[in-house]
């Protein structure tokens, strides 16, 4: 009676294993423009047996557009090694916010597939425009000859230098 069963579990584990084969890749991670527009694709490819699309698409789930479908009501069919790629190409509502999207494929016969890809906001740098002299002046080349309002590479001295608060004078005793 065990050697039924397991003959049995084994059959259904064989069985299932050449649907399970496709294979569904989406991006964890992407960075949106300045703007807050991204894109980016998501690939889905059929192994071992052809597969039969029922629909697939994206959906916006934080922060971002609401999302497309398509629609292949069971009749389009991936033959084994054959693709299937989606450009996804949405925007971040709140450019200042990440987001979050729901990739997906739903197959006919067999299962669905789905993965979250989050929209990282831009971050784009703004140099600091630090002068040779005066308090907002990089005390590392303070005094040295150079260019007198031009962009340089900010240091972490030059930074707490400029946002630094006047001293107070300690309370008489």
């Known amino acids: 009676m065990k050697v039924a069963h ?7 584990l064989g069985a299932s294993s050449s649907a399970e084969a496709h294979t569904f890749e989406a991006p964890d991670t992407v ?3 300045a703007g807050g527009a991204f894109q980016y694709t998501w690939v889905f490819t059929a192994v071992g047996v052809t597969a039969k699309v029922g629909a697939a698409g ?13 629609e292949g009501r069971c009749t389009y069919l991936i033959p084994p090694g054959g693709q299937l790629q989606f450009i996804v190409s949405g925007s971040l509502i709140n450019p200042a916010l990440a987001g979050k ?11 669905s ?15 600091i425009p ?3 002299e005066g308090a907002g002046a990089d005390p590392d080349r303070r005094g040295q000859s150079g260019q007198p309002s031009a962009t340089r590479p900010t240091s972490w001295g030059a ?6 608060a006047p001293r107070m004078a300690p309370f008489p005793s």
């Open 113 to 127: 597939y789905l993965k979250y890809t989050v929209i990282l906001p831009s971050r784009r740098r703004v140099p």
């Open 58 to 70: 994206w959906t916006g789930i934080i922060n971002t557009t609401p999302g497309v479908m398509s």
């Open 31 to 33: 960075t949106a423009l």
């Open 101 to 111: 999207t729901q990739n997906w494929i739903d197959e006919c016969e067999n299962f």
């Open 6 to 12: 397991v003959a049995f579990i084994l059959l259904l």
């Open 130 to 132: 630090l002068h040779d």
């Open 159 to 164: 930074v707490k230098a400029r946002f630094r």
